[in-house]
Each structure stands twice: as structure tokens, then as C-alpha cells.
T-cell receptor, first 114, second 114 residues
Framework: AAGVIQSPRHLIKEKRETATLKCYPI?????VYWYQQGPGQDPQFLIS???????DKGSIPDRFSAQQFSDYHSELNMSSLELGDSALYFC?????????????FGSGTRLTVV | AQTVTQSQPEMSVQEAETVTLSCTYD???????LFWYKQPPSRQMILVIR??????QNATENRFSVNFQKAAKSFSLKISDSQLGDAAMYFC???????????FGEGTQLTVNP
């Protein structure tokens, strides 16, 4: 079965640089979520999109932006990177009509800011 | 705001034995969903089991079962016949019926001893 695809798997950036993370949800899933997981921490919700519109917003820094495109893939854009942005970034997708099924997570993008 | 608490940062169990991981949550909602996710060293987030709050029957998935106590706002995970592959970080998570984000607990690191 198709899963949630995230790219790249690993990314190394310098401070003040920009990074773009991509997420391709499971086909026919209409909602995409982004989470940030720091070392030894639980995942923190950043932002979500339903049918290409922002549906919920969490603790996403103003330096970050995201969008969902017509083909339902999503991109998380991160600018003016800081050392504290180093984390594992998860994308997940779900079908809004089936809330009991939870989310399917991608394998994550490990971002290291040096 | 909803909160999820896992009071056991670490747990260990002998192979083939049973272990229970605790989770409590706080919400004013009457309908919601609860989940347990497993995160092995690969860092992939894997759904283990889910429970709809309106269902009184506890969910079961093979060796995994939950004890859902709605009045006490408790949602514990029991792993029977523990296997070495069960070693992972386990996260309890909450989702509002009408909302979109998953709220995670702090996680419990489970070690399985041979």
C-alpha cells in the first residue's frame, strides 16, 4: 500500500539558510499535517491543511510557512534557520471523513542546522 | 486545551511477559479518539491501537489491548507476550472529533530484556 512520502530524508543547512521539506500524502487523503519532534521530545503540531486550505495552526514560527498544492502534496518552507530548528519533521495524512483511523505518518525529514 | 500525560518515562519488561503503559488525559469533550503510537529507533511513527471514546468496549489488536476508563480519563496500553521488537518509544495521543491535530504525551521508552 502507498504510504506518506517525505523528501528529503536528511537535510543539513547552515544558520540563516532556507529549507524546503516536501510531503506526498496517501492517495485520496484530504488532510495533511506537519509535526516537529526535537531530540527526546514528543511531536509538536505545526500546521495542517484540508483540501488545500489551512485548517489548523499550532506552534509554527513566523519564519516557517507551508502550503498544500492542487495535487495535495504539501511543502514546509523554513527561512532564517536557527540551531534550534534542528529536529525531525514529520508529515502525516488522513481522511477527514474517517477520524477514528488516526494519521499515517511519513518517515520524517531530519533537519540539522549547523 | 487538551493535555496528555504519560507518567512513566521508562519501563522495562522481560521477553514473553506482560507490561502496561499508563496514560491520562484532560478534556472537556465527550466525543474524541485516543491512540497509541510506537516509535522504534528508526523514528517511524507507527499506529498501534485506537479507541473511540463513545465505545465502551476496549480495543484489542493481537497482543496489544487498552484499558479505557472514560470517567477517570485513563487510557493504558497492555502488551502481552512482549517481544524484542516491541522495544520502542510509545506515545499516547488524543484527537478531538471535530478537530484535526493529534496531541501527544511525553512518551514512555520501553525496553524488552531477553
Amino acid at each position: 500500500a502507498a504510504g506518506v512520502i517525505q523528501s528529503p530524508r536528511h537535510l543539513i543547512k547552515e544558520k540563516r539558510e532556507t529549507a524546503t521539506l516536501k510531503c506526498y500524502p496517501i492517495p485520496r487523503h484530504d488532510t495533511v499535517y506537519w509535526y516537529q519532534q526535537g531530540p527526546g521530545q514528543d511531536p509538536q503540531f505545526l500546521i495542517s491543511f484540508y483540501e488545500k486550505m489551512q485548517s489548523d495552526k499550532g506552534s509554527i514560527p513566523d519564519r516557517f510557512s507551508a502550503q498544500q498544492f492542487s495535487d495535495y502534496h504539501s511543502e514546509l518552507n523554513m527561512s532564517s534557520l536557527e540551531l534550534g530548528d534542528s529536529a525531525l519533521y514529520f508529515c502525516a495524512s488522513s481522511l477527514k471523513a474517517a477520524p477514528s483511523y488516526g494519521y499515517t505518518f511519513g518517515s520524517g525529514t531530519r533537519l540539522t542546522v549547523v | 486545551a487538551q493535555t496528555v500525560t504519560q507518567s512513566q518515562p521508562e519501563m522495562s519488561v522481560q521477553e514473553a511477559e506482560t507490561v502496561t503503559l499508563s496514560c491520562t488525559y484532560d478534556t472537556s469533550e465527550s466525543d474524541y479518539y485516543l491512540f497509541w503510537y510506537k516509535q522504534p529507533p528508526s523514528r517511524q511513527m507507527i499506529l498501534v491501537i485506537r479507541q473511540e471514546a463513545y465505545k465502551q468496549q476496549n480495543a484489542t489488536e493481537n497482543r496489544f489491548s487498552v484499558n479505557f476508563q472514560k470517567a477517570a480519563k485513563s487510557f493504558s496500553l497492555k502488551i502481552s507476550d512482549s517481544q524484542l521488537g516491541d522495544a520502542a518509544m510509545y506515545f499516547c495521543a488524543y484527537k478531538k472529533t471535530s478537530g484535526s491535530r493529534l496531541t501527544f504525551g511525553e512518551g514512555t521508552q520501553l525496553t524488552v530484556n531477553p
